[in-house]
């Protein structure tokens, strides 16, 4: 069974880079053909999407975010990533990495969830 | 950016008794880009319903979504202990894909 595990550092100074991993188990990247995700949530609020990658590498950003943000993926560790640069304390929230319910479409809703990691923006 | 509204924002009902959440898009989605999450404390959003009507894997026969154009409903035919929850709708028809700002539904 599909798992997604997010990772990184819970703490970040302000206008500094925050970095996150996101390691899938059992089952493969590189041999499927699935878009993956980032999402986040503000403690208390709603969810917004960060954006995401296709497994050959093509990224798709919310163009809110999209000056500050790189997602990339590493097929031979099957693991994929997020930085965002110049963080803000509005940055604070609890990151998801998820993939959609289908192959081959970008447009899908998320199906498979990470279980979130926390990351705090503070000096 | 289209922005979904949800109504109502708490919706406090008793077990058995039958929800209708409501989320309304600032401009036309097609149905098949319309999904509902539902998220319990500390846990990450799970699909209930994608394309509109299509309930995910695993996801009992009393969650029911419909709809089109700017307004779409998710149904909780008669609620079980398990579904006090807070409920999310998204959008990922355009880009941004977008997310309601959710419906909690608690015990009354």
């Known amino acids: 069974q599909l798992q997604l595990q997010e990772s990184g550092p819970g703490l970040v100074k302000p206008s500094e880079t925050l970095s996150l991993t996101c390691t899938v188990s059992?089952?493969?990247?590189?041999?499927?053909?699935?878009?993956w995700g980032w999402i986040r949530q503000p403690p208390g609020k709603g969810l917004e999407w960060i954006g995401s990658?296709?497994?050959?590498?093509?990224?798709y950003y919310n163009p809110s975010l999209k000056s500050r943000v790189t997602i990339s993926v590493d097929t031979s560790k099957n693991q994929f990533s997020l930085k965002l640069s110049s963080v803000i304390a509005a940055d604070t929230a609890l990151y998801y990495c998820?993939?959609?319910?289908?192959?081959?479409?970008?447009?899908?809703?998320?199906?498979?969830w990470g279980q979130g990691t926390m990351v705090t923006v503070s000096s | 950016e289209i922005v979904l509204t949800q109504s109502p924002g708490t919706l406090s009902l008793s077990p058995g008794e039958r929800a209708t959440l409501s989320c309304r898009a600032s401009?036309?989605?097609?149905?098949?880009?319309l999904a509902w999450y539902q998220q319990n404390p500390g846990q990450a959003p799970r699909l209930l319903i994608y394309?509109?009507?299509t309930r995910a894997t695993g996801i009992p026969d009393r969650f029911s979504g419909s709809g089109s154009g700017t307004d779409f409903t998710l149904t909780i035919s008669r609620l079980e202990p398990e579904d006090f929850a807070v409920y999310f709708c998204?959008?990922?028809?355009?880009?941004?894909?977008?997310f309601g700002q959710g419906t909690k539904v608690e015990i009354k």
């Open positions: 998820a993939r959609p319910l289908r192959e081959w479409l970008l447009k899908d809703a998320f199906d498979i």
């Open positions: 059992g089952g493969s990247i590189s041999s499927s053909n699935y878009y």
């Open positions: 990658i296709s497994y050959s590498g093509s990224t």
């Open positions: 401009q036309s989605v097609s149905s098949s880009y």
């Open positions: 394309a509109t009507s």
């Open positions: 998204q959008q990922f028809g355009n880009s941004p894909w977008t």
